[in-house]
């Protein structure tokens, strides 16, 4: 039964593409084991972290029209992601891996929509290299496993990309230029940066068709572009101007702007762009910029059309940043990473090729390098693979600590929750069934420690107290070596240490004087 199953997914993910045997069997191995994976972080199931937590209690607690109106807690998500997420939520629970399914099957699909683009538009061993970077890419990875939209972004640029490309190879069919529009109008919806790629996407379809090289009429193509731009101010009326209003994210994202300065801001490119190849794209800066560069010049060469599609929404993304629209950094771009793997698999493709031509004789040996290289580019998201497939990628995960507590609660008993651990707390506290507990909601954090002495006044007359801290700073608070640290400390003083609990990310004590 296996097996057959095994089979039926081997036969469905190379439908199309012109694969003998034994390559079809690498390449459904390369897509099960991306998937498998995927959904191994799936089932442990790791807690919540703050940014989590906030967008579940803004889908958990408003109706559908509510989601309509900007999120509380400086969230944000398109809105098609929010009515399928509410959707999801209301008809089972908001169960973390409920949260998560929509990001899962968005992460697992898009192993085969990077399968099919790469083997469209890349020769040779590139394919073969860019999938298997894809598919143990630590950062992708991650994001299939995260309770935000990040995820469909990636799902939804390589869609929009594949489609892009069929079209361009298609015949005379002028049809199939309509299921790229509306799913193009319907991307906008679901992801923000969609609409950099449909920019891309509109301007290399419309120098085809003035080259005469897509068979669709000027007519169609027109209301193509008017229902993308449609689709955008809609969204851009009903949610996106807020957004872009939002002074506090302005702020925070401040950094992935470029200043209007010299040299400043041509210090600032070059950085972003560096940054950009190890987080989110995974991979070995020094190795892959060079490959990437070479890939995008070779692609370039051969075909036009196909560069300008991967690039142009890179171009239009880094612009938006230029003029303080969409930062450029991290999760954000993430959406892109793809791309960078593609190009930099071309690149070591087209110097593995070179390589053998020019020392045929040598041929084992020039493509035993090219392995070394290749496992370079992507040492560091292999090796972080590698370790988090042994263990869920936690980053504040306080459940277990939670359900521990519930356990061994006795009357007059008092949480403090830390400043910076308020979201995930409520979100649990629900879920778990934690209502009836007596918790104190901290103000302050490093920033204002001052403060930490104001509150412990409110804690001294409780039998005990619990203390949970979460996404706390690791730098040093006076003579404490991290956050935590000099927050503990001062809880001393209602009495020792009575029990202590750590998880990534997080910490849950008890404080008594009895």
């Known amino acids: 039964m296996i097996r057959n199953g095994y089979e039926g997914f081997m036969q469905w993910a190379a439908a199309g593409l012109q694969l003998e045997g034994r390559q079809r069997w690498i390449l459904s191995g390369l897509l099960a084991a991306g998937a498998l994976l995927r959904i191994q972080q799936w089932l442990f199931c790791r807690s919540l972290w703050l940014d989590e937590a906030k967008l579940a209690l803004n889908i958990a607690n408003r109706s559908f029209g509510e989601l309509l109106a900007p999120l509380d807690y400086n969230q944000a998500a398109g809105i098609g992601f929010l009515w399928v997420q509410k959707g999801l939520v209301s008809v089972f629970s908001d169960h973390e891996m409920v949260l998560r399914l929509l990001p899962l099957l968005a992460g697992i699909t898009s192993l085969i929509l990077f399968s099919r683009l790469v083997f469209s538009i890349l020769p040779g061993l590139a394919p073969w290299i860019a999938l298997a970077l894809f598919a143990v890419n630590e950062r992708q990875i991650y994001f299939a496993n995260e309770a935000k939209q990040y995820g469909l972004d990636v799902f939804w640029v390589l869609l929009l990309l594949l489609l892009a490309v069929q079209l361009l190879r298609a015949g005379p069919g002028v049809r199939r230029i309509w299921p790229l529009g509306l799913l193009g109008f319907l991307a906008v919806w679901f992801s923000h940066p969609a609409v950099f790629v449909l920019a891309g996407v509109g301007l290399v379809l419309a120098?085809?068709?003035?080259?005469?090289?897509?068979?669709?009429?000027?007519?169609?193509?027109?209301?193509?572009?008017?229902?993308?731009?449609?689709?955008?101010?809609?969204?851009?009326?009903?949610?996106?101007?807020?957004?872009?209003?939002?002074?506090?994210?302005?702020?925070?994202?401040?950094?992935?702007?470029?200043?209007?300065?010299?040299?400043?801001?041509?210090?600032?490119?070059?950085?972003?762009?560096?940054?950009?190849?190890?987080?989110?794209?995974?991979?070995?800066?020094?190795?892959?910029?060079?490959?990437?560069?070479?890939?995008?010049?070779?692609?370039?060469?051969?075909?036009?059309?196909?560069?300008?599609?991967?690039?142009?929404?890179?171009?239009?993304?880094?612009?938006?940043?230029?003029?303080?629209?969409?930062?450029?950094?991290?999760?954000?771009?993430?959406?892109?990473?793809?791309?960078?793997?593609?190009?930099?698999?071309?690149?070591?493709?087209?110097?593995?090729?070179?390589?053998?031509?020019?020392?045929?004789?040598?041929?084992?040996?020039?493509?035993?390098?090219?392995?070394?290289?290749?496992?370079?580019?992507?040492?560091?998201?292999?090796?972080?693979?590698?370790?988090?497939?042994?263990?869920?990628?936690?980053?504040?995960?306080?459940?277990?600590?939670l359900v521990r507590m519930r356990a061994a609660w006795q009357p007059g008993d008092r949480l403090y929750v830390y400043s910076h651990a308020w979201a995930p707390w409520r979100y649990y506290r629900k879920r778990l069934g934690l209502g009836d507990m007596d918790w104190v909601q901290g103000r302050a954090d490093r920033q204002t420690a001052s403060l930490f002495t104001e509150e412990l006044r409110r804690l001294k007359d409780a039998r005990r107290v619990w203390v949970l801290v979460s996404r706390y700073s690791r730098k040093p608070v006076y003579d404490c070596p991290d956050e935590r640290a000099y927050i503990l400390k001062l809880f001393t003083r209602l009495g020792p240490r009575r029990w202590h609990q750590e998880a990534p990310g997080a910490s849950l004590t008890m404080f008594s004087g009895e």
């Not at 449609?230 to 209003?245: D, N, Y």
């Not at 959406?335 to 020392?359: D, E, N, S």
């Not at 992507?378 to 600590?401: F, N």
């Open 207 to 401: 120098w085809a068709r003035w080259k005469n090289a897509l068979e669709v009429s000027w007519p169609r193509l027109a209301a193509v572009g008017v229902l993308w731009i449609g689709g955008f101010l809609l969204t851009l009326w009903i949610s996106l101007r807020a957004l872009m209003a939002n002074s506090m994210l302005q702020e925070y994202w401040q950094a992935a702007f470029m200043p209007w300065s010299w040299p400043e801001g041509f210090l600032w490119a070059g950085r972003a762009f560096s940054d950009f190849f190890v987080n989110p794209g995974a991979l070995v800066v020094g190795l892959a910029l060079p490959l990437f560069v070479v890939g995008a010049v070779v692609l370039g060469r051969q075909n036009p059309g196909h560069a300008a599609l991967l690039l142009l929404p890179a171009g239009f993304t880094f612009t938006a940043a230029v003029f303080h629209l969409y930062p450029f950094q991290e999760r954000l771009v993430l959406f892109l990473a793809p791309v960078a793997v593609g190009l930099t698999a071309q690149g070591a493709g087209a110097l593995a090729g070179f390589c053998a031509r020019r020392w045929e004789r040598y041929r084992m040996l020039v493509l035993f390098l090219l392995g070394l290289l290749v496992v370079g580019v992507g040492w560091d998201s292999l090796r972080r693979t590698a370790v988090k497939a042994c263990e869920t990628q936690a980053r504040e995960h306080i459940r277990p600590m």
